[in-house]
T-cell receptor
Protein backbone atom coordinates (compact mmCIF):
# COMPACT_ATOMS: atom_id res chain seq x y z
CA UNK A 1 0.00 0.00 0.00
CA UNK A 2 1.25 3.47 -0.86
CA UNK A 3 1.32 6.03 1.85
CA UNK A 4 3.19 8.18 4.31
CA UNK A 5 4.63 6.84 7.53
CA UNK A 6 5.80 8.86 10.51
CA UNK A 7 7.70 7.66 13.53
CA UNK A 8 7.62 7.61 16.41
CA UNK A 9 3.97 8.11 17.28
CA UNK A 10 4.94 9.76 20.59
CA UNK A 11 8.24 11.44 21.38
CA UNK A 12 9.50 12.91 24.64
CA UNK A 13 12.16 15.58 24.69
CA UNK A 14 14.28 16.70 27.59
CA UNK A 15 15.47 20.26 28.01
CA UNK A 16 18.40 21.09 25.72
CA UNK A 17 17.95 17.95 23.64
CA UNK A 18 17.61 17.71 19.87
CA UNK A 19 15.11 15.16 18.58
CA UNK A 20 14.40 13.92 15.06
CA UNK A 21 11.02 13.02 13.64
CA UNK A 22 10.95 10.59 10.75
CA UNK A 23 8.80 10.90 7.62
CA UNK A 24 8.86 8.41 4.75
CA UNK A 25 6.64 8.21 1.68
CA UNK A 26 6.36 5.59 -1.07
CA UNK A 27 3.99 7.57 -3.27
CA UNK A 28 6.84 8.78 -5.51
CA UNK A 29 5.84 12.35 -4.71
CA UNK A 30 8.33 15.11 -5.41
CA UNK A 31 7.18 17.59 -2.78
CA UNK A 32 7.19 17.05 0.97
CA UNK A 33 6.12 19.25 3.87
CA UNK A 34 6.21 19.54 7.65
CA UNK A 35 3.37 21.16 9.56
CA UNK A 36 2.87 21.89 13.23
CA UNK A 37 -0.54 21.76 14.92
CA UNK A 38 -1.24 23.20 18.35
CA UNK A 39 -4.35 22.22 20.34
CA UNK A 40 -7.55 23.57 18.81
CA UNK A 41 -5.68 25.14 15.92
CA UNK A 42 -5.17 24.64 12.23
CA UNK A 43 -1.81 23.68 10.73
CA UNK A 44 1.21 25.92 10.23
CA UNK A 45 3.98 25.20 7.72
CA UNK A 46 7.48 24.62 9.12
CA UNK A 47 9.52 23.54 6.07
CA UNK A 48 8.88 22.20 2.60
CA UNK A 49 10.97 20.56 -0.09
CA UNK A 50 10.31 20.44 -3.80
CA UNK A 51 13.19 18.18 -4.80
CA UNK A 52 16.06 16.24 -3.28
CA UNK A 53 18.75 18.38 -1.64
CA UNK A 54 16.54 21.45 -1.69
CA UNK A 55 14.20 22.79 0.98
CA UNK A 56 12.66 26.09 1.97
CA UNK A 57 11.51 27.68 5.22
CA UNK A 58 7.84 28.00 5.96
CA UNK A 59 6.13 30.31 8.41
CA UNK A 60 7.61 28.96 11.64
CA UNK A 61 11.04 27.49 10.76
CA UNK A 62 12.95 28.91 13.74
CA UNK A 63 14.21 26.16 16.00
CA UNK A 64 13.73 23.44 13.38
CA UNK A 65 15.94 21.89 10.72
CA UNK A 66 15.35 19.41 7.87
CA UNK A 67 17.21 17.41 5.25
CA UNK A 68 16.16 15.85 1.97
CA UNK A 69 18.85 13.40 0.92
CA UNK A 70 16.40 10.93 -0.61
CA UNK A 71 13.17 11.52 -2.48
CA UNK A 72 11.18 9.35 -0.10
CA UNK A 73 12.51 10.76 3.17
CA UNK A 74 12.16 14.17 4.84
CA UNK A 75 13.21 14.06 8.52
CA UNK A 76 12.56 17.00 10.84
CA UNK A 77 14.87 17.87 13.73
CA UNK A 78 13.49 19.87 16.62
CA UNK A 79 16.49 21.64 18.12
CA UNK A 80 17.03 23.00 21.60
CA UNK A 81 16.46 26.47 20.15
CA UNK A 82 12.77 25.66 19.78
CA UNK A 83 11.48 26.90 23.14
CA UNK A 84 7.93 25.62 22.85
CA UNK A 85 8.10 22.35 20.92
CA UNK A 86 5.11 20.59 22.46
CA UNK A 87 2.74 20.03 19.55
CA UNK A 88 1.45 17.55 16.99
CA UNK A 89 3.68 17.30 13.91
CA UNK A 90 2.31 16.24 10.55
CA UNK A 91 4.28 15.36 7.46
CA UNK A 92 2.67 15.62 4.02
CA UNK A 93 3.57 15.02 0.39
CA UNK A 94 2.21 15.90 -3.04
CA UNK A 95 3.10 15.40 -6.69
CA UNK A 96 4.06 19.02 -7.13
CA UNK A 97 3.55 22.55 -6.00
CA UNK A 98 0.62 23.63 -8.17
CA UNK A 99 -2.49 24.96 -6.47
CA UNK A 100 -4.49 21.95 -7.65
CA UNK A 101 -2.13 19.37 -6.14
CA UNK A 102 -3.55 17.55 -3.14
CA UNK A 103 -1.33 17.15 -0.11
CA UNK A 104 -1.60 13.78 1.60
CA UNK A 105 -0.73 13.48 5.27
CA UNK A 106 0.93 10.93 7.50
CA UNK A 107 -0.46 9.82 10.89
CA UNK A 108 1.54 12.40 12.85
CA UNK A 109 4.00 12.49 15.76
CA UNK A 110 3.05 13.95 19.12
CA UNK A 111 6.02 15.66 20.80
CA UNK A 112 6.01 16.30 24.53
CA UNK A 113 8.59 18.06 26.64
CA UNK A 114 9.62 16.48 29.94
CA UNK B 1 -4.69 38.51 2.46
CA UNK B 2 -5.08 34.80 1.81
CA UNK B 3 -7.40 33.51 4.50
CA UNK B 4 -9.84 30.72 5.29
CA UNK B 5 -12.71 31.29 7.74
CA UNK B 6 -14.76 28.56 9.37
CA UNK B 7 -17.37 30.17 11.58
CA UNK B 8 -18.79 27.03 13.24
CA UNK B 9 -16.54 25.88 16.09
CA UNK B 10 -18.84 22.94 16.80
CA UNK B 11 -21.87 21.23 15.32
CA UNK B 12 -24.16 18.50 16.64
CA UNK B 13 -26.19 16.45 14.17
CA UNK B 14 -28.43 13.42 14.42
CA UNK B 15 -27.28 10.29 12.65
CA UNK B 16 -28.55 9.94 9.07
CA UNK B 17 -29.17 13.67 8.72
CA UNK B 18 -27.32 15.79 6.17
CA UNK B 19 -24.90 18.40 7.49
CA UNK B 20 -23.31 21.47 5.94
CA UNK B 21 -19.99 22.80 7.19
CA UNK B 22 -19.30 26.40 6.24
CA UNK B 23 -16.10 27.73 4.70
CA UNK B 24 -15.37 31.14 3.23
CA UNK B 25 -12.07 32.15 1.69
CA UNK B 26 -10.29 35.29 0.68
CA UNK B 27 -7.84 35.51 -2.19
CA UNK B 28 -7.14 37.83 -5.08
CA UNK B 29 -5.74 35.00 -7.21
CA UNK B 30 -7.80 33.66 -10.10
CA UNK B 31 -6.31 30.18 -9.86
CA UNK B 32 -6.59 28.38 -6.55
CA UNK B 33 -7.50 25.05 -5.03
CA UNK B 34 -9.89 24.40 -2.15
CA UNK B 35 -9.64 21.27 -0.02
CA UNK B 36 -11.50 19.67 2.84
CA UNK B 37 -9.79 17.39 5.34
CA UNK B 38 -11.16 15.27 8.17
CA UNK B 39 -9.16 14.84 11.37
CA UNK B 40 -10.47 12.11 13.69
CA UNK B 41 -9.27 11.83 17.27
CA UNK B 42 -6.30 9.73 16.09
CA UNK B 43 -4.88 12.91 14.54
CA UNK B 44 -4.33 11.90 10.94
CA UNK B 45 -5.50 14.41 8.34
CA UNK B 46 -7.64 12.59 5.79
CA UNK B 47 -8.23 14.22 2.42
CA UNK B 48 -11.92 14.32 1.52
CA UNK B 49 -12.57 16.48 -1.51
CA UNK B 50 -11.02 19.06 -3.86
CA UNK B 51 -12.48 21.95 -5.84
CA UNK B 52 -10.49 23.94 -8.39
CA UNK B 53 -11.30 27.57 -8.96
CA UNK B 54 -11.97 26.95 -12.66
CA UNK B 55 -14.13 23.89 -12.12
CA UNK B 56 -17.64 24.64 -13.30
CA UNK B 57 -19.28 21.75 -11.51
CA UNK B 58 -19.36 21.19 -7.78
CA UNK B 59 -17.06 18.40 -6.67
CA UNK B 60 -18.52 15.18 -5.28
CA UNK B 61 -16.90 12.17 -3.61
CA UNK B 62 -19.33 9.58 -2.34
CA UNK B 63 -21.29 11.11 0.55
CA UNK B 64 -19.26 14.31 0.35
CA UNK B 65 -20.04 17.21 -1.93
CA UNK B 66 -18.71 20.71 -2.10
CA UNK B 67 -21.12 23.60 -2.56
CA UNK B 68 -18.85 26.02 -4.43
CA UNK B 69 -20.13 29.59 -4.82
CA UNK B 70 -17.29 31.50 -6.40
CA UNK B 71 -18.87 34.95 -6.36
CA UNK B 72 -19.54 34.62 -2.64
CA UNK B 73 -16.12 32.98 -2.05
CA UNK B 74 -17.64 30.10 -0.20
CA UNK B 75 -16.84 26.38 -0.37
CA UNK B 76 -19.17 24.59 2.01
CA UNK B 77 -18.84 20.86 2.63
CA UNK B 78 -22.04 18.83 2.57
CA UNK B 79 -22.13 15.38 4.14
CA UNK B 80 -25.20 13.39 3.25
CA UNK B 81 -26.67 10.68 5.48
CA UNK B 82 -24.24 11.29 8.34
CA UNK B 83 -22.76 8.34 10.23
CA UNK B 84 -21.31 8.00 13.72
CA UNK B 85 -17.88 7.62 12.15
CA UNK B 86 -18.18 11.12 10.71
CA UNK B 87 -17.57 12.60 14.17
CA UNK B 88 -14.27 14.48 13.82
CA UNK B 89 -12.66 17.86 13.22
CA UNK B 90 -13.10 19.15 9.69
CA UNK B 91 -10.70 21.63 8.12
CA UNK B 92 -11.15 23.73 5.02
CA UNK B 93 -7.89 24.67 3.29
CA UNK B 94 -6.69 26.62 0.27
CA UNK B 95 -3.65 26.65 -2.01
CA UNK B 96 -2.95 29.65 -4.21
CA UNK B 97 0.10 30.76 -6.22
CA UNK B 98 0.38 33.83 -4.00
CA UNK B 99 1.09 31.76 -0.93
CA UNK B 100 4.75 30.91 -1.35
CA UNK B 101 4.14 29.76 -4.91
CA UNK B 102 1.36 27.42 -3.79
CA UNK B 103 3.80 25.51 -1.63
CA UNK B 104 1.59 25.50 1.41
CA UNK B 105 -1.97 25.01 2.44
CA UNK B 106 -3.70 27.73 4.42
CA UNK B 107 -6.07 26.17 6.93
CA UNK B 108 -9.15 27.41 8.69
CA UNK B 109 -9.61 26.93 12.43
CA UNK B 110 -11.77 23.86 11.92
CA UNK B 111 -15.26 22.69 12.87
CA UNK B 112 -15.79 19.90 15.37
CA UNK B 113 -18.64 17.72 14.14
CA UNK B 114 -20.42 15.37 16.54
CA UNK B 115 -22.92 12.84 15.23
CA UNK B 116 -25.49 11.73 17.80
CA UNK B 117 -27.11 8.29 17.57
Amino acid sequence: DGGITQSPKYLFRKEGQNVTLSCEQNLNHDAMYWYRQDPGQGLRLIYYSQIVNDFQKGDIAEGYSVSREKKESFPLTVTSAQKNPTAFYLCASSWGLAARETQYFGPGTRLLVL
Amino acid sequence: AQKITQTQPGMFVQEKEAVTLDCTYDTSDQSYGLFWYKQPSSGEMIFLIYQGSYDEQNATEGRYSLNFQKARKSANLVISASQLGDSAMYFCAMRTPSIQGAQKLVFGQGTRLTINP
